[in-house]
């Protein structure tokens, strides 16, 4: 406990079913006279919009929908919403959707102020260049404010914008302090129509930040307790929202833990996320899904430095049995009750590109420090083909 440790909090949060009341309001206060509504086309004939758009107008604030983007948002997705917001005159944003719009959102605001381009801003470029949140250059970004319809990201409550860069499928992460929502709007009533299965893929994806950030061996130990709670609202309201999207109790737990999620992943993500990225960006599965059917076999190849925290963990969340295995048996349970595959295998990965994967998981950003122990590109190479082929230790053989 010797160094001197840099921690900080986000943003103002209104939560609870009927928060998007509050939206007018917000725009208001923050001098938002004409956003640009940040959505992803799947959006387009759902509730969701509809009700933003009905506040909005009721409100008599004039604004514009943007929704050409990709389920992994690219550079030149960003370009035409930039385009979009300077042709419509827009002062501000409102992202309204996952992960992607998010992303979607803070990559037009930073890309429609910022000439000198965003690599600047990425990532392994800002943590040498602008060690704290006062070093970076001050941008006037156009004001953000975010209403997730998933609760999986947490991406409300982040500074980075996930992206993809067109020609090398390869995502980046974008930072600057400025990327934060001014204001972030949690509201059940939102997320209610999200299926099951992207419920369940979004929900595992928070799980994950949880546990990876409980993980990490960085010291944040607010983070630490948030993760802690966090994983027992996904324990018990993840089951719920899956099986009845109408619960808005549950639907508003998953918020929450999904928002608290971003919070404790200050604390970095580990080898599930390290393993995912690439994977995400080369063969464009949902991040959710691929945290989900990896995480087990993450968990185990970090056994001997996690097994006494997972067991804490295990003891608060009561589990039957209340250590390392009992935690993993929890986490195969949930999986099986969520219907999510087992094996990468099932959802159409092989083990053919074990090696390619193993050197781009090394060289991610949340495998640099952050995951439990340091693993080398064989390392998570075999944790890939594990994943593929189901290949666990026995005792978690059902
Ligand atoms: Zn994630």
């Not at 595992?204 to 993760?227: N, Q």
């Not at 609202?233 to 899956?242: G, N, R």
């Amino acid at each position: 406990m010797s160094a001197i440790h840099y921690w900080n909090y986000p943003t103002e949060i209104f939560c609870g079913p009927g928060a998007l009341e509050n939206l007018a309001e917000r725009c208001a206060l923050l001098e938002m006279r004409k956003p640009l509504l940040v959505t992803d086309p799947g959006m387009l004939a759902l509730e969701p919009l509809a009700l933003l758009k009905a506040h909005l107008t009721q409100a008599d604030i004039p604004f514009a929908v943007f929704s050409d983007i990709h389920g992994n948002p690219t550079l030149d997705d960003v370009a035409l919403g930039v385009s979009a917001f300077q042709a419509g005159d827009h002062d501000s944003l409102i992202a309204l959707g996952g992960g992607s719009a998010m992303d979607a959102a803070k990559g037009i605001s930073l890309a429609a102020v910022d000439r000198h381009g965003l690599a600047r801003f990425e990532w392994s470029q800002v943590i040498s260049r602008y060690p704290s949140l006062a070093d970076f250059p001050r941008l006037d970004l156009p004001k953000l404010i975010a209403l997730p319809t998933t609760a999986g990201t947490g991406s409300e409550l982040g500074r980075e914008a996930v992206l993809t860069l067109s020609d090398q499928q390869i995502k980046q992460v974008i930072s600057h302090p400025e990327l934060l929502p001014a204001t972030v709007i949690l509201d059940p009533i939102l997320t209610r129509g999200l299926p099951p299965a992207l419920t369940a893929a979004t929900g595992m994806d928070a799980l994950t930040h949880h546990i990876e950030a409980f993980c990490s061996p960085l010291y944040h130990p607010m983070s630490s307790g948030v993760a802690v709670e966090g994983v027992r609202l996904i324990q018990q309201h993840l089951p719920a929202a899956y099986a009845d999207g109408q619960d808005l109790l549950a639907r508003e737990g998953m918020l929450v833990a999904s928002a608290m999620a971003a919070v404790a992943f200050q604390k970095g993500l580990g080898g599930v996320h390290a393993l995912a990225h690439p994977l995400g960006a080369r063969f464009h599965k949902h991040h959710g899904l691929l945290n989900a059917i990896l995480l087990p076999y993450v968990m185990v190849a970090n056994r001997e430095v996690i097994s006494r925290d997972i067991a804490r963990l295990a003891r608060y969340l009561e589990l039957p049995q209340a250590d390392f295995d009992g935690f993993v048996q929890w986490v195969l349970q949930l999986r099986r009750q969520l219907a999510i595959p087992h094996t990468l295998r099932e959802i159409g990965l092989d083990a053919d590109v074990a090696d390619w994967v193993g050197e781009q998981a090394v060289a991610d950003i949340s495998s640099s420090d952050t995951n439990a122990q340091p693993l080398d590109a064989h390392a998570y190479s075999q944790i890939y083909r594990n994943a593929v082929h189901g290949d666990l230790p026995a005792v978690f053989r059902q």
